[in-house]
């Protein structure tokens, strides 16, 4: 099925008890006992961000596919459409989900893996964009975000590597992962058809040279640039 970025699914809820029942159904489809591709497989990851321009009502959605061996890209794509939702902690994902599927969709690759710029089962409602992506789209997803939002961790190791659960009470939610020695950690979770053990290989494997995963700082550039020019234009 294919989207645009400014076509709402049929049902789209417009109020926060309809997006909290969509969560609540929706998260009982999340796939959480595969292992998911292995993070030492060929394989092309995908990541997805996105910028807003609240003034204008306009969200640019970026998808940049990169070779998980050589971090070469291999493809991109951008969208820009309306958002999508009223701004709601923990109802993040329904904002931007219809401009996300549109950029996806116009990748010209398979993604074997998608990296979000945010959160998986790391979520107050177990339930955050890299699942409920994952979950439309049924691909491997997982999510890499750049702070513990509400959950507790202590202090990894200071070495490359070194990781310590991302708990909330004593369920681990995600782990916070130390990708470059003495730098603070980025913070990972499932989100779909992959293990905790291998979304934090893929980060790991994927932040080669920088705290943040490659596929994070090229979609990051790449949306903000798409806004940037939407933005320009009106």
């Not at 099925?1 to 009982?28: F, I, K, Y």
């Not at 989900?97 to 177990?126: E, K, M, N, Q």
Request: charged share 25%.
């Amino acid at each position: 099925m294919s989207h645009t970025p400014d076509e709402l699914p049929a049902g789209w809820p417009t109020t926060e008890a309809e997006a909290a029942a969509v969560q609540d159904e929706l998260r009982g489809r999340v796939v959480r006992d595969e292992p998911g591709p292995s993070p030492g497989s060929p394989l092309i990851a995908v990541g997805v961000d996105v910028a807003y321009d609240d003034e204008r009502d306009l969200v640019a959605a970026a998808a940049v596919a990169l070779d998980s061996g050589t971090l070469e890209v291999v493809a991109e794509a951008t969208a820009v459409g309306r958002i999508a939702f009223p701004y709601v902690p923990g109802l993040l994902a329904f904002r931007e989900i219809p401009t996300v599927l549109a950029v996806l969709d116009r990748l010209p690759v398979s993604p074997g893996l998608v990296v979000c710029d945010g959160y998986g089962l790391a979520h107050p409602r177990r339930f955050g964009l890299a699942s409920h992506l994952g979950v439309l789209t049924d691909l491997p997803t997982i999510g890499v975000a750049k702070n513990p939002f509400t959950f507790r961790h202590a202090e990894p190791g200071p070495l490359r590597g070194d990781a310590s659960p991302l708990l909330d009470g004593e369920e681990e939610v995600g782990r916070a992962v130390r990708t470059r020695a003495g730098v603070k950690p980025v913070f990972v979770s499932v989100g779909h058809r992959v293990s905790l053990d291998h979304a934090c290989g893929f980060t790991l494997r994927l932040a080669r040279d920088f705290r943040l995963p490659e596929t994070t700082r090229a979609a990051d550039a790449l949306c903000r640039a798409a806004l940037r020019t939407a933005s320009a234009g009106l």
